[in-house]
């Protein structure tokens, strides 16, 4: 071990020891696990969950729980609810149809149902990812692994598989002079979505195994559309109208066709089941017009779908770090204040070596304590909101690492930084009100500025850095509020660290140039 | 009570640092809103309020209000200026109460110049991103009913979130930790609630925090929605601030300095 290397190990030991030997300090430690483990089981146990379902004012029924979500073959949280209309394919074989019209309407009143009473008032609005088109899916269960190709309200034509999948065919809308040729084959596990303007030159658009297709797989014509936020924030319920012509099926498809009201029990909010009409049959082929509501896709959960974000529950470590934040701006503070510090400089004089010393110890204890609570929280919090009925958005093992390391290291990296600033003010109010405000005051304004001025703040300030705790991928295909105020922060989980880490470091580097040029 | 008065006022006039806070809080409060004025847009059917929107810079502005409050008593705590104090005003309540006035009356000042600035920079800004009479969210007057009294309840806000800042620190003494509180209290228990789903207790919670129930007073449109009316908001604030300076009295009262 080098001599620099044993005077630092002994500058953190001599900082650790000052950090453990002092009450209200080792108090406060502790605070940060107990008070975060409270609060997240107040806020699980505070929450209830039930939920009222039913086609007419008299058949309706209230049940305690959520409404069922289904579950995508990799395990995520998805909407699968559309209107069918199918024939079974065991074996290999082609479905082919031209869509010439895709229309829609909208709910004026919010996120309602229509009734066999009545329907509510609507407008037309053709959202932008209302989908209409040719699936094959392996059997009608809500969740089941399936491949589409699809017309939309906006995005051109799609093909889509499993949910989270995704991928660009032909662009532009679909109308009668502009219809558009959708076509699936399967050979085996393997299915192929094609496009067409005219019905006789095929494009590929891709490609993909689906395993687990076995002889349960059906195949047919789809309708479903989303919610749409464009008349409220809160989203509105949307019904889709598409009419199909040139149906034509080979291969070993057998059967006559049949309807089926797809996942219409599960937690999507859609304006009706749907309905499907056969129009005409010649040898051309069948014609189809199909209605539908809902969403073939991943589930951001929260706000309007409901369903509770893993990541709200490390939200209370707020007031753990705010404790920290007085810890670490008093961990400098008070050696000015009783004039410590010239002890302090006068055993080390390498000053920027003292101030590394104090930020590794208050950072190491930072994350110590947070790692700690989290770890108890997060899993604690899952499972008494489970038990009251209300559903938890499943995450990935790497997503669940990711966001207990990531909060830690979140309140670490901000402990640390109040050490520079405690370091270059010597005044721990200054140094408080500054740590608090920059961390929690983007999260306030970002509820006032909505929209692109409010994502900047999480792009700008330290409360990027919140971004860590993202648990819910955003997904290009789903149309969502994607904003702070439901989870979603405009920079990757790992940059918005860095955002967070390059202002810390900013203030350790300013702290350390005052250290240096003034006395003490 | 007129020399505990005069005496206090001497103090803060001659510190550098409760002037730089009073400059700060009405320099903060009225750029925040500038900023804010510039940067939000009009939403059809966002639910906006122009004249709450033109008062945002209290958001910030209440931290610096908070930090003095807390400064002016904590100040005196670290430099051993409390026992001088006390020396020369042996009732321990009229020495709080003296200081309560005083920075309770720069407060009011500061505070006014804030909000007066916040409405100007509003007045200018906000029409230019589409909140117009044509879309039915043009900026109040600033004498109009409502609008007077988000204004006036914004500085009042001010106030009594000096004063909380200023009981907590007279109960706590130490600095750090009484602008902690102060600025846990204000900011992180509203983040906090909105963990709450329940719609009861989210309700009763944002009722009782001082940040959401007092800024109710804010609020020109849907008062319907409000957690609490306006004036009662700002009385759920003003029971904060007194409950707070009643527990630094009495910490005053009963114990050493």
Same mark, same amino acid.
């Not at chain 1, 589409?148 to 889509?160: F, K, P, Y």
């Given at each position: ?11 953190? %030991? ?23 483990? !409270? ?34 073959p ?16 065991? @074996?290999? @074989? ?28 609507? %407008? ?12 094959l899916t392996a ?5 089941a692994p399936y491949a ?13 598989y499993d ?16 219809? %558009? ?5 399967r050979?085996?596990e393997v299915v ?16 993909t195994r689906l395993p687990g297709l076995?002889?349960?797989a ?83 959960? @929260? ?20 404790? !920290? ?159 702070? !105020? ?28 005052? !250290? ?5 | ?10 103090? +803060? ?134 609008? +007077? ?8 806000? +001010? ?19 009484? =602008?902690? =509180? ?76």
């Open positions: 071990m080098s001599a620099d290397l044993r005077d630092f190990s002994r500058l953190v %030991r001599s900082e650790w020891v000052k950090l453990r030997s002092v009450r209200g300090w080792r108090i406060g430690l502790v605070a940060v696990v107990v008070t975060t483990v !409270l609060l997240a089981w107040a806020g699980a146990a505070g929450s209830h969950s039930g939920y009222c379902a039913g086609s007419s004012p008299s058949t309706t029924r209230c049940y305690t729980g959520h409404p069922p979500v289904p579950t995508g990799d395990g995520e949280a998805v909407a699968d609810e559309f209107f069918f209309v199918h024939r079974s394919l065991p @074996g290999n @074989g082609t479905i082919t149809a031209e869509i010439t019209s895709l229309s829609g309407v909208t709910a004026v009143n919010g996120v309602v149902a229509a009734s066999p009473g009545g329907s509510p008032p609507t %407008r037309p609005l053709l959202a932008p990812w209302t989908k209409a088109g040719v699936i059997g009608t269960r809500p969740g589409a190709v699809t017309a939309t309200g906006a995005h051109g034509v799609r093909w889509q949910y989270v999948h995704d991928q660009a065919g032909l662009p532009g809308s679909v109308s009668r002079r502009t219809p %558009r040729w959708l076509r699936i084959t050979r085996g192929t979505g094609y496009d067409s303007t005219d019905g006789v030159a095929w494009h590929v658009i891709g490609s076995t002889s349960r059906d195949v047919g014509l789809f309708a479903t559309s989303p919610l749409s936020f464009v008349l409220r924030q809160s989203g509105t319920t949307t019904l889709a109208t598409a009419r199909f012509d040139h149906v034509a099926t080979t291969g070993t498809v057998s059967g006559a066709w049949r309807s089926t009201a797809v996942g219409s029990n599960t937690f999507y909010p859609a304006y009706s089941s749907g309905r499907a009409r056969q129009t005409a049959q010649s040898a051309e082929g069948a014609s189809f017009t199909v209605s539908g509501s809902g969403d073939i896709g991943p589930d951001p959960g @929260g706000g309007p779908l409901g369903g509770n974000s893993q990541q709200q529950q490390v939200i209370p470590l707020l007031v753990g770090v705010l404790v !920290l934040i007085v810890l670490a701006a008093g961990f400098v503070t008070s050696e000015y204040r009783r004039g410590l510090i010239r002890t302090t400089l006068a055993a080390s004089p390498r000053r920027g070596r003292v101030l590394a010393a104090k930020a590794v110890v208050i950072g190491l204890a930072s994350f110590v304590v947070s790692l700690a609570a989290a770890l108890i929280a997060l899993p604690l919090a899952n499972h008494v909101l489970t038990a009251n009925g209300n559903y938890v958005m499943p995450i990935g093992t790497g997503t669940e690492a990711r966001i207990l390391l990531g909060t830690a290291g979140l309140v670490a990296v901000m402990a640390v930084g109040v050490v520079g600033l405690g370091t270059l003010f010597r005044r721990s109010a200054a140094a408080v009100s500054l740590g608090v405000v920059l961390l929690v005051l983007p999260t306030i304004l970002g509820t006032v500025l909505q929209g692109a001025a409010g994502a900047w703040l999480f792009r700008l300030t330290p409360a990027a850095g919140f971004a860590v705790q993202q648990a819910i991928p955003a997904y290009a295909q789903v149309s969502y509020p994607y904003d702070a !105020l439901n989870g979603f922060y405009p920079l990757a989980p790992w940059a918005g660290f860095a955002v967070l880490c390059l202002w810390s470091a900013l203030a350790l580097g300013l702290g350390a140039l005052a !250290l240096e040029r003034r006395d003490g | 009570m007129t020399g505990a008065l005069a005496a206090e006022w001497r103090k +803060l006039r001659t510190l550098a640092g409760p002037g730089w806070l009073l400059i700060g809080l009405a320099v903060l409060t009225a750029g925040l809103s500038a900023v804010v004025a510039a940067a939000v847009h009009f939403q059809q059917g966002g639910g906006q309020d122009p004249t709450a929107l033109s008062l945002s810079g209290v958001d910030l502005g209440q931290a610096v209000a908070a930090v003095l409050g807390v400064t002016v008593v904590s100040g005196e705590y670290g430099s051993g200026m409390m026992r001088l104090s006390l020396a020369a005003v042996p009732r321990r309540w009229r020495l709080l109460a003296a200081k309560a006035a005083t920075v309770a009356g720069i407060t009011l000042v500061a505070g006014a110049l804030g909000v007066a600035g916040s409405w100007l920079a509003g007045r200018l800004l906000l029409a230019g991103n589409g909140f117009t009479a044509g879309h039915g969210a043009a900026l109040l007057p600033f004498t109009e009913g409502t609008a +007077l009294r988000a204004e006036l309840g914004s500085i009042l806000y +001010l106030t009594l979130v000096a004063l909380l800042g200023l009981g907590l620190a007279t109960a706590i003494r130490d600095t750090a930790a009484s =602008v902690g =509180v102060v600025l846990g209290l204000l900011f992180v228990v509203p983040v906090v609630a909105s963990l709450v789903h329940d719609v009861t207790w989210h309700r009763l919670l944002q009722q009782v925090a001082p940040m959401t129930a007092g800024l109710d007073v804010q609020a020109t449109t849907r008062l319907g929605g409000l957690p609490l009316s306006p004036w009662a908001g700002l009385g759920v604030a003003a029971a904060w601030a007194g409950g707070a300076l009643l527990l630094g009295g009495l910490r005053l009262e009963l114990t050493d300095a």
